[in-house]
């Protein structure tokens, strides 16, 4: 990307995030996570640029650093914006969990409104369960939990923490034992829609999402839960 695009591509989120603002929608998160554009800034793996944008930590998240200024610009203060992060990328080469606490420290120095803790390990994550990465372990309840937790410790916005939770037991025990303070839910939804419904109704149960990723499929087969019968595949 040339300076003129990454120029662009600022005042593009700025837009976006005041266009969401006029909608009266009541924040937005910025994902930074996940292998997408503003991940690939902050990975030493995938950005080799040579210039302002890429070397040192300060360099990778300049683009980070001056889409959340944009946007904060349009919209002010009081508008919420969360910012969602990838712990660390899991790899050799890739970005650090140490790398990523330094970028949680300089958002909140900037003002941001909550961190969201997640992790790029789509549709893998039930086989790294139990795995250690730059000191922390991915559990099978909040697969990136004891990484939000240590966050919490760095900064005082919220930390907000996704990705294997299933069971509102297991949520309030983080919640109690943690710093966490929020949990975002995305595959349970998509199983039961009305799933936060039935638990504040007094049904504890675990979700019915069996943790596979076929929803993210764009073609192919996707789970589809079903009373009578657990698990039923149908054509997208």
């Known amino acids: 990307m040339t300076k003129a695009e990454i120029d662009y591509i600022v005042d593009a989120f700025a837009k976006a995030t005041l266009r969401a603002k006029q909608s ?27 210039d302002e944008y890429g070397g040192s930590l300060e ?9 959340y200024q944009a946007c904060r610009e349009r919209v002010g203060n009081d508008f919420p914006i969360l910012v969602k992060l990838t712990a660390t990328e899991f790899f050799e080469g890739g970005l650090t969990f140490d790398e990523t606490r330094v970028v949680c420290k300089t958002l909140e120095s900037m003002g ?14 039930n086989t790294m369960v139990g795995e250690t990465h730059d000191g922390y372990t991915i559990r099978e309840e909040g697969y990136f939990h004891e990484y939000g937790h240590a966050i919490s410790q760095d900064v005082n916005v919220p930390v907000i923490t996704v990705g294997g939770l299933t069971d509102i037991g297991a949520i309030e025990s983080i919640a109690k034992s943690t710093g966490i303070e929020y949990f975002a839910l995305s595959r349970p ?33 996707f789970c589809v839960v079903n009373k009578e019968r657990k698990v039923a595949l149908a054509a997208m």
Request: charged share 30%.
């Open 112 to 125: 941001v409104d909550a961190l969201v803790i997640s992790g790029n390990i789509h549709g893998k994550a």
């Open 189 to 221: 939804l998509l199983s039961e829609p009305n799933l936060v419904k039935r638990w504040k109704q007094g049904d504890r149960s675990p979700v019915e999402c069996e943790r596979c990723s076929k929803c993210r499929t764009k073609r192919g087969n």
């Open 59 to 67: 360099n990778r998240m300049r683009f980070l650093v001056e889409i």
């Open 24 to 50: 009266g929608f009541d924040g937005v998160e910025l994902h930074g996570a996940h292998t997408y554009l503003i991940n690939q800034f902050l990975s030493p793996y995938y950005n080799r640029r040579d």
